[in-house]
């Protein structure tokens, strides 16, 4: 089945350091967005990516979709306690509304 | 204002017992989906329907069933609970027509659903 590999699965960082994480997989997708989840919560839609190449930013998040459309990265500058949570990538091909999801990059933020 | 909502937030049962989840939105979406989240965090889509129609019925078992009385709800019936039941489940809404948004889901709060 489809899948998408999503690294790292956990990062340790300092308050103020940047932070990068990236999703790929084998098959091309025409679409990538960038979800966070915080604990006892739904995932809430960061960034969503529709053009091969394109990057994108909001406020200090910036994502890319990949030229061959089967890779994207999420970059967080300037990293602050509130970042920390769980991102997932998610894919989609085709025009279902069918998401693939990234096994998830848990992120903790040390003040 | 709450744009989806569940109901309950947390369901504890029995094995073997009949219970439904809730969900409700008030943006006027056109597709509803239900994703599972299990204990590693893992989210995977089970159903979703566009105004009342189903569109995608992944491999689930057949003791999950849908139901959407309207495009603003969709419930989620599950008879006969088994252990491996247990998660987190979660339901989405998104737009629907112009190019794109159609894929920009909006999820709900989740329900964590305990079997014991």
């Known amino acids: 089945g489809q899948q998408l590999n999503q690294s790292p699965q956990s990062m340790f960082i300092q308050e103020g350091e940047d932070v990068s994480m990236n999703c790929t997989s084998s098959?091309?997708?025409?679409?990538w967005l960038w979800y966070k989840q915080d604990p006892g919560e739904g995932p809430v839609l960061l960034i969503a990516?529709?053009?091969?190449?394109e990057l994108t930013s909001n406020g200090r998040l910036t994502a890319q979709f990949g030229i061959t459309r089967k890779d994207s990265f999420l970059n967080i500058s300037a990293s602050i306690p509130s970042d920390v949570g769980i991102y997932f990538c998610?894919?989609?091909?085709?025009?279902?509304?069918?998401?693939?999801f990234g096994q998830g990059t848990t992120l903790q933020v040390k003040p | 204002d709450t744009a989806v909502s569940q109901t309950p937030k947390y369901l504890v049962t029995q094995m073997g017992n009949d219970k439904s989840i809730k969900c409700e939105q008030n943006?006027?979406?056109?597709?509803m989906y239900w994703y599972k989240q299990d204990s590693k965090k893992f989210l995977k889509i089970m159903f979703s329907?566009?105004?009342?129609?189903?569109?995608i019925n992944e491999t689930v078992p057949n003791r999950f069933s849908p139901k959407s009385p309207d495009k603003a709800h969709l419930n989620l019936h599950i008879n006969s609970l088994e252990l491996g039941d247990s998660a987190v489940y979660f339901c989405?809404?998104?737009?629907?027509?112009?190019?794109?948004?159609?894929?920009?889901?909006?999820f709900g709060p989740g329900t964590r659903l305990t079997v014991l």
């Open positions: 989405a809404s998104s737009p629907e027509g112009l190019a794109g948004l159609y894929n920009e889901q909006f």
């Open positions: 098959s091309i997708f025409n679409t």
């Open positions: 990516l529709y053009k091969a190449g």
């Open positions: 998610a894919g989609q091909r085709g025009n279902t509304g069918k998401l693939i």
């Open positions: 943006l006027g979406h056109d597709t």
């Open positions: 329907y566009n105004n009342k129609e189903l569109i």
